[in-house]
């Protein structure tokens, strides 16, 4: 049973590209969400996914990031025309249906640096 | 507004003595606490939880205590060894069915052998 899966691990992007982040909940988690965090810094509540459905996206910058979770495939992290400040470990962590009081399941991140 | 904070950045330890990472927070409404485990490169692994209710919960090396009245959490770790070092995260978030956790900064725990 494979745990989070996210890819690239690493992306780099120049400024003004697109970036596309992907993660594959575990089997059998249908929650997924993504942490961002900047250099020296915990972990930031980015956006709630559910299958089709965004539940929570409060922590998404309002320009430039969006999030899916499709019937079918990873749930999708997008961030259009990069800036410098947008490098970050980005980390997408998966829960099954009403286990959110014990904490997900993280994937290993994808560290995006713009150059 | 850090909700969840962790002061010490960094802990350097002895192998076999006693690590104490502490976390406070702010937010009386927090239900759910946890502790995660981050190694160079890889994503946190959970550790231990606690929920209000209680005011401790141990797993083998590991024990967490919750000060309500303090807001008040720390990581116990005993006996330290070197495999332990890494960052350690608490977490927290409010009452069951909730689901967003506010992380605090981290403590970069150094076990020396």
């Known amino acids: 049973n494979a745990g989070v899966m996210q890819n690239p691990r690493h992306l780099v992007r120049r400024r003004g590209q697109e970036a596309r982040l992907r993660c594959s909940p575990m089997?059998?988690?249908?929650?997924v969400y993504w942490y961002r965090q900047l250099p020296e810094e915990g972990l930031k509540f980015m956006v709630y996914l559910q299958k089709e459905n965004i539940i929570d996206e409060s922590g998404m910058p309002k320009e430039r990031f969006s999030a899916e979770f499709p019937k079918e495939g990873p749930s999708i992290l997008r961030i259009q025309q990069v800036v410098r400040g947008d490098s970050a470990a980005y980390f997408c962590?998966?829960?099954?249906?009403?286990?959110?009081?014990?904490?997900?399941?993280f994937g290993s991140g994808t560290r995006l640096t713009v150059v | 507004d850090q909700q969840v904070k962790q002061n010490s950045p960094s802990l350097s330890v002895q192998e076999g003595r006693i690590s104490i990472l502490n976390c406070d927070y702010t937010?009386?409404?927090?239900?759910?606490f946890l502790w995660y485990k981050k190694y160079p490169a890889e994503g946190p692994t959970f550790l231990i939880s606690i929920s209000s209710i209680k005011d401790k919960n141990e797993d083998g090396r590991f024990t967490v205590f919750l000060n309500k009245s303090a807001k008040h959490l720390s990581l116990h770790i005993v006996p330290s060894q070197p495999g332990d070092s890494a960052v350690y995260f608490c977490?927290?978030?409010?009452?069951?069915?909730?689901?967003?956790?506010?992380f605090g900064t981290g403590t970069r725990l150094k076990v020396l052998a």
């Open positions: 962590a998966s829960s099954p249906p009403g286990q959110e009081d014990y904490g997900y399941t």
């Open positions: 937010n009386s409404m927090f239900d759910y």
């Open positions: 977490a927290a978030k409010g009452h069951s069915g909730t689901y967003k956790y506010i």
């Open positions: 089997k059998g988690h249908s929650h």
